[in-house]
């Protein structure tokens, strides 16, 4: 037995894509570095579809969770999850455990947390309350939601030994919340061994960008970037892609006669990675305080980055300083974006030599989910050496 070997625990109630793209880098860049870390992936087949081609890994451990066709399901699903993830993880083998927080509303939840938080790290992606009083996908019962999440985590995360926070904000708002004992930020990150280098190319006949998502979310602020694109009065033509499930933002538009769209719907990777050749910048998130945020660190903006595609986008991120030279970051607005401002800067990168390699070195350097990973390494050594101490 390996004391010195850590687990790493997800749980996906719903096919996210975002996610599902987390765990394969980290798979692939825990291979790569020969990582002492096993995975424990909870979901639907539409999950174990997505990473089939991993499931001969033996680090990989998929479980099959119970088929559910309505959102009534989904949220009893989300009920009862924390017996299940206790029943089927091997404890003892692990010094240390990461799970991604799937909020403590779950009757076993305070059993859980009391048994196993002395070896568990929970991960916190988002704003917690914020998120789950703003879903849609609850309707009515977000804000009940979000109270009873107010009242029962601070109980169940006080008793974890630590907690990763992918921004600065949302490590604050543990510490001022739930009285976590240790925080650590450690970003989102990306493999790059699936990227690739691209040249980049601008013409001053047309500028061509790019907004995926898989589907519309007010956060992503697809309406107002569409809304400043009817404002905008420059010269040169601008084509916008669209990719993914996003009409609701497109009824009723009136864009000037040098702006157009390119509705993609759902691509393949491939067909993206076509779309990464072509355009000459693509939008991160624009709307982020709906949701009551300043900072994030997407999983598409490092993919843009890492395959040499400058981003725009309204949120700080604990990567990307404002003054790299491949990205924009703009003043959160509720109105519109000033569109020009973003030609400008896209014209800019044009006088600069070697940008896609620039890119992809930094990608390496700072995104990697190599660099990640041994970071959270020698962040649950360190706590838990402490607690040895």
Same mark, same amino acid.
């Given at each position: 037995?390996?004391?010195?070997?850590?687990?790493?625990?997800?749980?996906l109630?719903t096919?996210?894509?975002?996610v599902?793209?987390k =765990?394969?880098h980290?798979l692939?860049s825990?291979?790569s570095?020969?990582?002492?870390?096993?995975?424990?992936?909870?979901?639907?087949?539409?999950?174990r579809q997505s990473?089939?081609?991993?499931?001969?890994?033996?680090?990989?451990n998929?479980?099959?969770?119970p088929?559910?066709?309505?959102n009534?399901?989904?949220l009893?699903r989300? @009920?009862f999850?924390?017996?299940l993830?206790d029943?089927?993880?091997?404890?003892?083998?692990?010094?240390?455990?990461?799970?991604?927080?799937?909020?403590?509303?779950?009757?076993?939840?305070p =059993?859980?947390?009391w048994?196993?938080g002395?070896m568990?790290?929970t991960?916190?992606?988002?704003?917690?309350?914020?998120?789950?009083?703003?879903?849609?996908?609850?309707?009515?019962?977000?804000?009940?939601?979000?109270?009873l999440?107010?009242? =029962?985590?601070?109980?169940?995360?006080s008793?974890?030994?630590?907690?990763?926070?992918?921004?600065?904000?949302?490590?604050?708002?543990l510490?001022k919340?739930?009285?976590?004992?240790?925080?650590?930020?450690?970003?989102?990150?990306?493999?790059?061994a699936?990227?690739?280098?691209r040249?980049?190319?601008?013409s001053q006949?047309?500028?061509e960008?790019?907004?995926?998502?898989?589907?519309?979310?007010?956060?992503?602020g697809?309406?107002?970037?569409l809304?400043?694109?009817?404002?905008?009065?420059g010269d040169?033509?601008?084509k916008l892609?669209?990719?993914?499930?996003?009409?609701?933002?497109l009824?009723?538009?009136?864009l000037?006669?040098n702006?157009?769209?390119?509705?993609?719907?759902?691509?393949?990777?491939?067909?993206i990675?076509?779309?990464f050749n072509?355009v000459?910048l693509?939008f991160g998130?624009?709307?982020?305080t709906?949701?009551?945020m300043?900072?994030?660190?997407?999983l598409?903006s490092?993919?843009?980055?890492?395959h040499?595609?400058?981003?725009a986008?309204?949120?700080?991120?604990?990567?990307?300083?404002?003054?790299?030279p491949f990205? @924009?970051?703009?003043?959160?607005?509720?109105?519109?974006?000033?569109i +020009?401002k973003?030609?400008?800067?896209?014209?800019?990168l044009?006088?600069?030599?070697?940008?896609s390699?620039?890119?992809?070195k930094f990608? +390496?350097?700072?995104l990697?989910w190599?660099?990640?990973?041994e970071?959270l390494?020698?962040y649950l050594r360190?706590?838990?050496?402490?607690?040895q @101490?």
């Open positions: 037995m390996d004391r010195d070997r850590y687990s790493y625990i997800y749980i109630n096919h996210s894509s975002g599902i793209q =765990i394969r980290q692939l825990a291979e570095i020969k990582l002492k870390m096993d995975w424990y992936v909870f979901g639907d087949e539409s999950v990473l089939s081609d991993l499931m001969n890994l033996k680090r990989l998929f479980q099959l969770l088929e559910v066709s309505s009534f399901g989904r009893l989300r @009920l999850k924390y017996r993830v029943r089927v993880v091997p404890w003892h083998l692990y010094k240390a455990t990461v799970i991604r927080y799937a909020w403590s509303i779950d009757p076993y939840a =059993i859980f947390f048994r196993r002395r568990l790290f991960e916190h992606n988002t704003l917690e309350l914020n998120e789950l009083s703003k879903m849609n996908y609850f309707g009515k019962l977000g804000p009940l939601l979000g109270f999440e107010s009242v =029962i985590s601070p109980v169940t995360l008793q974890v030994r630590g907690s990763i926070a992918v921004t600065s904000e949302i490590a604050i708002d510490k919340r739930c009285g976590v004992r240790s925080t650590r930020v450690i970003a989102n990150g990306i493999s790059t699936e990227c690739y280098q040249f980049f190319s601008y006949k047309e500028i960008f790019l907004f995926l998502s898989s589907t519309f979310e007010k956060h992503h697809l309406d107002l970037l809304h400043s694109l009817e404002r905008y009065s040169i033509p601008i892609h669209i990719v993914g499930n996003l009409i609701e933002p009824v009723d538009l009136r000037p006669t702006v157009s769209l390119k509705i993609h719907g759902h691509l393949r990777k491939e067909a990675k076509d779309l072509r000459n693509a998130s624009l709307a982020l709906r949701y009551g300043q900072d994030a660190c997407t598409k490092r993919e843009y980055i890492a040499g595609v400058p981003i986008y309204a949120y700080k991120d604990p990567d990307l300083q404002p003054d790299l990205v @924009l970051q703009m003043e959160t607005s509720e109105e519109s974006y000033d +020009q973003i030609v400008d800067f896209v014209h800019s044009g006088d600069q030599k070697g940008l390699e620039i890119m992809y990608s +390496q350097d700072k990697d190599e660099v990640k990973l970071q390494i020698e360190s706590e838990t050496i402490s607690e @101490l």
